[in-house]
């Protein structure tokens, strides 16, 4: 492309961040190298003083990493999957590419107690820390001062891992743990996150950007059907219109409803029409429910206790492997579960329909005319039962 036709910040703030598509993954912050942009309130935001907030001095230079390293901005999705996967993902894989599907959960009983279905995202993340397959993992690891908020976090030990199982459904940007991965030098490191964000991190890597993600031995994607606004959501509606302070919850899950457990054992539902005008707009244009390009993709889908892994990569699969061969894991087949397989087929194709012919991604998502025209017609409401 010309210089002059290269898409920088001042394009990335019009398209994506101003018009609300933008889901605060970090990864454009991740790759300014002039470090003039900054996550406010899961916004990308210009600081450079010589900028406006709409432009970048840089960018008008030639720089374009923000726009490159954008998955909503023109994603590169052919070098993504042809690199991970060897090949395109095609119509008729509403959940993407994979190799197999299997259901899992943890063998240690306080992985599994702490884990938010079958625990098994921490216990591969154990094993790999116990093996010195990984030194490092990123993954959204709950505030010490602010309850049910979570924030990017490079963990360091499988004791460290713990206290970051389980679910909490606000947004944490985890991509932007990269940073301190490539700070503390780690050479072998695993990230955990929702749908987009396991394609940012794809986004980096096929861009070229490749300082952040040069570490990367495995990503693990969640399932994700929209995630919620902590202060709309968890402050307003649940600590204070519900009266369920935040500090006495345990445990949130999403199972057709939202169910809080509280401190003492009990159970409070909220029915799923009434949290969804809490969900971020963002996740309104948002395609991928089944996280489509991580190595491993985990999701609850209504059951309890085990988590479904769809194992995309070769790179996943050699490394659940290794998990299995040293007993942290115990598999069921995937067909032992219809009802779940129902629900992820579903969910997929309903969030694939998300995307509007008019936002950037969608070309890159629905080749083809009739399946951009659906996307056109369909409505936007957000929808899930995981
Ligand atoms: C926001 C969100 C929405 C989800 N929506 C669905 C859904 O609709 N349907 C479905 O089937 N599954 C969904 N999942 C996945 C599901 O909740 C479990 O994460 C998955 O089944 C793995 O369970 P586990 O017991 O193996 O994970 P665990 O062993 O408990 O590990 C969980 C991992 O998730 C990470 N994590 C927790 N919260 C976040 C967050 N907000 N952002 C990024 N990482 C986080 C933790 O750091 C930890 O590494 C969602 C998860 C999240 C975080
Ligand atoms: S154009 Fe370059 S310097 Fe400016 S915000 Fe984007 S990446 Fe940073
Ligand atoms: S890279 Fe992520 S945070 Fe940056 S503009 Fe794109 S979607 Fe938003
Ligand atoms: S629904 Fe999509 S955009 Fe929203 S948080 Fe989940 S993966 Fe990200």
Redesign the pocket.
Known sequence: MERDARKHWKHLYEEIVATEICCGCSACIVACPHKVLELSDFDPVQTDPHSPFDNCIHGEEGCSLCAMACLRLGPSLQTIESAVFGRRRTDDEPEGAYRFKTLARATDER?LA??????????L?KHGFDTNELDGAV???PSEDVPWL?EPKLIRSSEELLR?????????A?PLGLKQAVAARCKNVAL???SC?STAVRELAAEGIKRWVRPLRLVIG????E?FDYGAFMVAKVERGMNLPLSDITKVN?KGRVIVTMKDGRNVEIPLKEARPYANEWCHHCPDFAAEHADLS????GMEGW??ILVRSERGESFLRRALDAGVLELRPAEEEPQALKVMDR?ARKQRQRVRASDPHAATRWPTNELLATALRAETAPD?D?
């Open positions: 992985v702490r884990g938010q279905d079958g625990g098994a995202v921490t216990a993340l993954v959204a690891a979570d970051t199982a389980g679910s909490r459904y606000t947004y944490c985890t955990v996150g929702v964000e969640l399932m994700c059907c995630t999403v985990c999701g609850g889908l988590t479904m969910l899930g995981g």
